[in-house]
């Protein structure tokens, strides 16, 4: 049913006075009442200010473009009160699906039991066919929807890898559970799961999951043995926002590809044999734990982690220590600590790199950094104390650093960090009544300076938007601030 020309009480101004901000300790508090600011700026700004009509064929035909790669923005101006947000939280998402079901694209099977040697689909992925078994483990059926669990294989021969995925998952110790298990179009070199194209797929797989209501928003995991290792740590540190934990198996990725940092608020696992010596995998292990204790030291409870050298294992370790110690933990969506290194994913096979747009309630309109170079970019650290947000924008410019000759292979088993503050850019700050209270007024300080300060008013537009740009039915936001960076 449209929703057009319906729900007129969306049209009222939610009637608020603007209080002056309190004084936050460090926080800046303006010396008189707070007046209209160049940067207090709504993300989007329609030419006609005035409430306009609820329109689900408006809002559809929005989803329509950018489920098919269109450049759209919604613009249209729906004033919420804050009574109102669940009701429009669920009819957006409903119509969401409707645009997604409508969608000319290769869709997930119906829910079956897997088995080892099934093979359950074939999705495209560029120009390439990937296999995949896709389907349930063990018998009971969670309350509150199915844990999915994304397996990425090794790099030897693609057949072979994949049949042995299949058998180990079907051992883990997870269920019930819901694994997706891809077969590589290629073996070898030709086997990396982060480039452009896969990551369209795994993003295609989480959208349509969610679609579903059969999962856990909250309980999404990747892990993968030897290449599929690799892979899942720097997905990891590249989608960490949808993730409740990662674990690499016999890896151990280099850490300038997958940082570290972007893992605050997931779990991290990763096994390696201690005789794994290829390509520095337990040296590379090792200087993993250092870095993820430190950070869990500086961050306590941000950075939960088990990494191991599993002692007398080669290549071939223990493999079922990982999704056990992965299952106890559930994605908080929501947290009040941020950190975001946004990396370029990419840039092999003949694939260049992309970018994430956004991450967890931060949406970049425009990166501080011009993405000449790789190892120059953009980072973000938020931190939310009651309803302060800071936002500190800085650029960094990694540096590999330890040198080791391993195997005729050159590796850089750390990473040197340098920081100067970023003077250009602008960020789109979602908030929710889980992250701030929305009834009182918010402080958002970007590097220090004050950029907004008031009532943050609930609005469909920003529903509509983080809904086209998460997928994620737990990040539906319902207000925003965009600040410039200077």
Known sequence: ???????????????????????????????????????????????????????????????????????????????????????????????????????????????????????????????????????????????????????????????????????????????????????????????????????????????????????????????????????????????????????????????????????????FCLQTGSSDTMFGRDRLTQKANSIWDGLQAAHPGCYEHKIELQQGYGHACDYYVTTPYLKTFERNPYPKYVYWENFPAGNINGEGAAFRNGFYNLYVKERSTDDADDYVRSCYEMTIDGNTVNLNVRVVTVTPSEPTYISGYQIYLSVNKSFRRATSGRVVVYLNNELVDLSQPVTINVNGVQKFCGIVKPNLKYMVNSCAEYFDPMRLYPAAVEVTVE
Request: with cysteine; proline share 8%.
């Open 1 to 267: 049913m449209k929703h057009s020309k319906v729900l007129t009480l969306l049209c009222m101004a939610l009637m608020a006075t603007m209080p002056a901000c309190t004084d936050g300790g460090d926080t800046p508090t303006p010396s008189k009442p707070p007046v209209e600011d160049p940067d207090n700026k709504e993300p989007e700004k329609p030419d006609d200010p005035e409430e306009q009509e609820i329109s689900s064929e408006l809002i559809e035909n929005y989803f329509n473009a950018v489920l098919n790669g269109e450049p759209a923005e919604y613009t249209a101006n729906n004033t919420l009160t804050i009574d109102q947000i669940d009701g429009m939280t669920s009819m957006v998402w409903d119509i969401w699906k409707r645009a997604n079901d409508n969608l000319a694209e290769d869709k997930l099977p119906e829910l079956s039991y897997i088995k080892a040697n099934d093979k359950t689909g074939t999705w495209t992925m560029g120009g390439d066919a990937m296999d995949f078994s896709y389907g349930i483990k063990g018998t009971d059926i969670p309350e509150d929807g199915y844990p999915l669990f994304l397996m990425l294989h090794g790099s030897g021969d693609n057949n072979s890898e994949f049949a042995a995925s299949r058998t180990i998952g079907l051992r883990c110790d997870d269920a019930p559970s819901v694994y997706f298990i891809p077969r590589s179009p290629y073996g070898g070199t030709g086997c990396r799961w982060y480039q452009p194209s896969r990551q369209k797929v795994w993003e295609r797989l989480l959208r349509q999951a969610y679609l579903t209501g059969r999962f856990n928003p909250n309980r999404v995991y990747i892990f993968g043995i030897s290449e599929g290792a690799y892979g899942s740590q720097r997905l990891a540190s590249f989608y960490a926002d949808y993730l409740a934990g990662a674990g690499p198996i016999a890896g151990g990725e280099v850490l300038y590809w997958a940082p570290p940092e972007n893992c605050a608020n997931i779990a």
